[in-house]
């Protein structure tokens, strides 16, 4: 599911999990970009 990590963020512990439940429930995976966005935005803002 390297296609989807395009959004990864280096050892976010979510990750492998999301990639998980992307490969079992695709249309999850839409949602989970929009997610990860948000967590890198607010990452971002705290200056991580």
């Known amino acids: ?3 989807t ?3 990864r ?3 976010h512990p ?3 999990m999301m ?3 992307i490969r079992n ?3 999850r ?3 989970i970009i929009a997610h990860q966005k948000r967590v890198q935005r ?3 803002e705290m200056g991580v």
Request: proline share 4%; glycine share 0%; net charge negative.
């Open 1 to 3: 599911c390297q296609r």
């Open 5 to 7: 990590h395009n959004f």
């Open 9 to 11: 963020i280096d050892n």
């Open 14 to 16: 979510t990750v492998e």
């Open 19 to 21: 990639c998980e439940q």
């Open 25 to 27: 429930d695709p249309e």
């Open 29 to 31: 995976e839409v949602r």
């Open 42 to 44: 607010d990452l971002a």
